[in-house]
Nanobody, 116 residues
Framework: QVQLVESGGGLVQPGGSLRLSCAASGFTFSSYAMSWYRQAPGKERELVAGITSAGGSTNYADSVKGRFTISRDNAKNTVYLQMNSLKPEDTAVYYC?????????WGQGTQVTVSS
């Protein structure tokens, strides 16, 4: 069955870094565009970053440009989100999403808390 399993979240101080991973199984990973979303308490889920199926193009929310980097390894069926210079406002549950026409899959999320 289709699975997207996020990992790498946790508690980090402001200015710190985390690397999130999302391991995919049960579908042809290399055919799907991948994205990271986040949802903070009381707020709507928002797009953080996206990457095309072959990894040739990426896009980012303005709030994370220059601090976050999305990448993927199609040989390992994994997408990553490197997060640097973290801020308290980055605190949220982070989700990965796989998408191609007619198909959308979501992971269960991983908590990221930025606090001193």
């Amino acid at each position: 069955q289709v699975q997207l399993v996020e990992s790498g979240g946790g508690l980090v101080q402001p200015g710190g870094s985390l690397r999130l991973s999302c391991a995919a199984s049960g579908f042809t990973f290399s055919s799907y565009a991948m994205s990271w979303y986040r949802q903070a308490p009381g707020k709507e889920r928002e797009l953080v970053a996206g990457i095309t199926s072959a990894g040739g193009s990426t896009n980012y929310a303005d709030s994370v440009k220059g601090r976050f980097t999305i990448s993927r390894d199609n040989a390992k069926n994994t997408v990553y989100l490197q997060m640097n210079s973290l801020k308290p406002e980055d605190t949220a549950v982070y989700y990965c999403k796989a998408r191609r026409p007619g198909y959308v899959y979501w992971g269960q999320g991983t908590q990221v808390t930025v606090s001193s």
